[in-house]
């Protein structure tokens, strides 16, 4: 399975940023392995957030283990991706996967400033099309 990790540095001993935007890289990682099949370095990129969550929706990952998530970013990875994503601040990558794989991270249900959503959340059961911001559809 592929799954992305936003982190402060390019390695699994970097630990899980405070918040999505806060994150200096995503990694991409295969965790039958756990290998590094893509690193996407943020210093330099106009619009990190959104490309980093852009990558790890075109890397096709299932899940995304971050800080929390800004609004635009979070409608890529949930509500178009259907990535799930997990809390990981301060965790190693390396710890945070086998914590990804123990059930021990929390849901990120929502986007930061968000009511948060009990039905957008679940490993097995995909993306059911719910959006985050239907006020602003009305």
């Keep these: 399975m592929k799954i992305a990790l936003a982190l402060d540095g ?3 001993d970097s630990v899980i940023s405070e918040d999505f935007a806060a994150s200096q890289y995503l990694l991409i ?6 290998t590094i099949v893509e690193t996407v370095d943020g210093s330099n990129i106009e619009g990190k957030t959104m490309a980093f969550a852009k990558a790890a929706a075109d890397a096709e990952c299932e899940v995304l283990i971050s800080g929390p998530i800004e609004k635009e970013p979070f409608i890529v990875i949930a509500d178009e991706a259907c990535i799930t994503r997990y809390n990981g601040v301060g965790i190693k990558g390396h710890d945070a996967i086998v914590d990804m ?4 991270l929390p849901l990120i ?8 959503c009990e039905d957008h959340h ?6 059911d099309g719910h959006h985050h911001d239907e006020e602003e559809d009305e």
């Design 10 to 12: 390019n390695t699994l």
């Design 29 to 34: 990682v295969e965790t039958d392995n756990n």
């Design 101 to 104: 794989e123990n059930y021990a």
């Design 109 to 116: 249900r929502d986007h930061i400033g968000g009511e948060g």
């Design 122 to 127: 679940s490993d097995e059961h995909g993306c």
